[in-house]
């Protein structure tokens, strides 16, 4: 009875519990927010525009909110969904200023970073915000390229955990002109010239010469969509294959490469599960499954298991990227493995029927979680709250070995009985 207690299962178990601890105390922004209803017009937009993940996925920000009326006087202006992302993104500090920070600031004055700068977008010195405490207590805040006027005020804090986010609440929305510039759609993105550019010509090329295929792809292009694209040699080497496949098969092979919302690097490492795919259609699952290590995010079909090599694009609400494998649905190689196995001809005909337009957005809703589970721990905990030049390079880095290492750590949790 060897297997009876094994001693090193214990500092395993310690550190899942501590482990599942932990991640029970990252953030969510949305939940913070929620519980405050005169900032719920600027919660929602924060979703709308997926900057809530990102921000759930950072540690030492401010996050500076603004009521409804405050919102409403932006909105009024009907910016374009772009647009407010990049104006809400300006009101996400990337340092961490709790209400006694704020009026505590090294010389009075200070320039915080902000998400507008970490998007890349923002031109100049657009993409950072003047703090300057005033007489009698006041602490104003502006856009740093707003002709120095700091048009609006801190008010209240409205929830600090220190070091890793302070939700504060101002009085105006921090004007912008770069921020407010009308930002460009990016519907107008040429999807076949991304990839014919990065390696994936051969996918981009059969693609275009489906029409209802591209069409597809194309009109899911505004609300949100994702396309992995086979690299030219796997693509190259599984054209044989895709000629033997019915013309629905073709199809629905093309359309399995396509994911109808926008899902960033970052939601991808930080959430492992069942995909929805363009050619997802009732019955017909059409699905894949995510899987990651560390930084390395992987695609899984029964059939085949492709990386990611490579990220074209990846910009709300589009994200193009390479893998390193054509993914094989089981619902159109069903027969396929060791055995001579029938021909792909009868298995491709129960795929679905190409005709399902005006079908393509509700899958969505069920696709898992654009958004969702994003809260993932991130930084190091070394992170000092005065790091605001850290952080102003890049775009969104959340951790996403965290969740690899939370999956390791529930199994042993529920693999002890097992052991014990
Ligand atoms: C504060 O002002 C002094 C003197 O001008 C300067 O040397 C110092 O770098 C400033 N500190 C900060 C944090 O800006
Ligand atoms: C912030 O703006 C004020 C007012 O225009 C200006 O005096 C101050 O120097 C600015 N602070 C920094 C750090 O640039
Ligand atoms: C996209 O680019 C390709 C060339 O790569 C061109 O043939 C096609 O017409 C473009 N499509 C659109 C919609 O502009
Ligand atoms: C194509 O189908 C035929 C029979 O329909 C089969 O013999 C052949 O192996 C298939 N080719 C590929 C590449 O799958
Ligand atoms: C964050 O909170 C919101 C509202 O309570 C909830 O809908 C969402 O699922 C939460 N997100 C995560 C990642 O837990
Ligand atoms: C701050 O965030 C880290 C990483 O997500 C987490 O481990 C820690 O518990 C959080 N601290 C607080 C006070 O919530």
Redesign the pocket.
Known sequence: MHHHFRPATLPALAAAIFLLATLSHAHNISRILAQHPEFSTFNHYLTLTHLAPEINGRTTITVCAVDNAAMADLLAKHPSIYTVKNILSLHVLLDYFGAKKLHQITNG???AATMYQASGTAPGSSGFV?I?DLHGGKVAF?A?NND???TSTFVKSIEEIPYNISVIQISKILPSAAAEAPAPAPAQQNLTSIMSKHGCKVFADTLSSFKDALSTFNDNLDGGLTVFCPLDDAFKAFLPKFKNLTASGKLSLLEFHGVPVYQSLATLKSNNGLQNTLATDGANNFDFTVQNDGEQVTLKTRLTTAKITDTLIDEQPLAIFAIDKVLQPKELFKGEAPAPAPAPEPAAADAPAPAKKGKKKKKAADAPAADGNSDAPADSPGDAADDTADDSNGAVRPDGGRYGKVVVALGLVFGLPLVL
Do not use: I, P, R
Request: no cysteine; glycine share 20%.
């Open positions: 004055t200070a320039l003047n300057t502006g740093e120095g006027t700091l």
